[in-house]
């Protein structure tokens, strides 16, 4: 499903959902937590709104993140989301 997406979904949803990135140990920021498309859509909303400012390219990635994750439907979101919780950096 990943293979499936553009660089700047998979950017967006790196950042938004998962945390320790950075340190090659990526793990999910809403652990214990059902994350939904419409949840990822909010934190998509939330993301642009608080980066659009200082990073006008995030912003940019924000908008080709939102519409193609409200072009999925719920089961390919789903899997799509397993795929980012088992993908290594």
Known sequence: MIEMIKQETVNVLTDALLIGVEDNSPRPAFEGRSVSRRFCLQLVRNYQQD???????????????????????????????????????
């Open 51 to 89: 980066r659009k400012e200082l990073f006008p390219e995030a912003a940019e990635e924000c908008k080709i993140a939102y519409q193609e994750i409200s072009d999925m439907a719920d089961r390919e979101f789903e899997l799509l989301y397993q795929e980012l919780l088992t993908v290594r950096v």
